[in-house]
């Protein structure tokens, strides 16, 4: 029995996506080799998805450490406190981004969460002293509604959105094997 045009039309975004999500600069004719298309079906694939926001944007990953930076992430327990609108505001406006960038940290995640902790903030940083500025940063824009707020120094990224580090084999450096 014949796929329905909905399925089909699925079946044809996931495929485009999954070459985006093996390497973003891959140009449309690659994309389209790869998945037996016309280019000009992958450009309409691709803007259908941006359209619709199921493709947010196109990152390029970069090791921090060759550039002296050092990668963080902070777990965010929250009070039982309902959020005031001015603190939604704060969120929503970015207001720590701001505080961040001034500091000269460069957020590169941030997501709220379910389970032990509520948010996760993942940045980058000089070293630990400027990311504890961005603790007690988090601590005077959200006074009263932080419980727990725990600072993690990232040694080793092995594998970053979906990408393996191509230097994973210093790996063996940071552990005992």
């Not at 690659?30 to 280019?39: G, L, P, T, V």
């Not at 992430?73 to 929503?92: A, C, E, S, W």
């Not at 948010?119 to 940083?125: E, G, H, L, R, T």
């Not at 504890?132 to 940063?137: M, V």
Request: hydrophobic share 35%; with cysteine; aromatic share 8%.
């Amino acid at each position: 029995m014949p796929k329905s045009s909905k399925q089909q039309i699925e079946e044809d975004e996931h495929k485009v996506i999954d070459e985006l999500s093996r390497n973003a600069n891959k140009s449309i004719n690659e994309i389209a080799k790869k998945c037996n298309f016309s280019r000009q079906k992958v450009w309409r694939i691709i803007k259908r998805l941006e359209k619709k926001n199921i493709i947010w944007g196109y990152v390029t990953l970069v090791d921090e450490s060759k550039k002296g930076m050092k990668n963080y992430m902070i777990l965010i327990k929250r009070t039982n406190q309902p959020l005031d609108q001015q603190i939604l505001k704060n969120i929503t406006g970015r207001k720590l981004g701001q505080n961040a960038k001034k500091i000269g940290i460069t957020i590169e995640s941030s997501f709220y969460v379910n389970g032990a902790y509520d948010w996760v903030i993942c940045f980058s940083a000089e070293n630990i002293k400027q990311a504890k500025k961005l603790c007690e940063s988090l601590n005077r824009l959200y006074e009263g509604y932080i419980q727990d707020l725990q600072l993690i120094e990232i040694m080793f990224p092995i594998k970053r959105c979906g990408i393996v580090n191509p230097e994973v084999d210093k790996l063996a450096e940071y552990v005992d094997i």
